[in-house]
Nanobody
Framework: QVQLVESGGGLVQAGGSLRLSCAASGIIFSINAMAWYRQAPGKQRELVADITSGGSTNYADSVKGRFTISRDNAKNTVYLQMNSLKPEDTAVYYC?????????WGQGTQVTVSS
């Protein structure tokens, strides 16, 4: 069975950094596109960043220049390095894998940024 397990969330002050990890199992990781989404209370889930199997990346305007998505195919893991965090980055962060119509989600990890 497919499992995506996020880790690395927590409480951080504004201006600080966190690195999220998402370890995948049960999929051929290297051929999957991977993405990070987030959902703040009372808001819809939104795309934060994604990375193709070939390593091309895409970012939401709100995080460009602050967040970096990367992947390590040898470790079946995707990362989200988050710098210069703002209170508005507070949300549950989810990773998602996608290969054609096959999509899987992790359970999420809470990120809280205090002002």
């Amino acid at each position: 069975q497919v499992q995506l397990v996020e880790s690395g969330g927590g409480l951080v002050q504004a201006g600080g950094s966190l690195r999220l990890s998402c370890a995948a199992s049960g999929i051929i990781f290297s051929i999957n596109a991977m993405a990070w989404y987030r959902q703040a209370p009372g808001k819809q889930r939104e795309l934060v960043a994604d990375i193709t199997s070939g390593g091309s990346t895409n970012y939401a305007d709100s995080v460009k220049g602050r967040f970096t998505i990367s992947r390590d195919n040898a470790k079946n893991t995707v990362y989200l390095q988050m710098n210069s965090l703002k209170p508005e980055d507070t949300a549950v962060y989810y990773c998602k894998s996608r290969y054609y119509r096959n999509e899987y989600w992790g359970q999420g990890t809470q990120v809280t940024v205090s002002s």
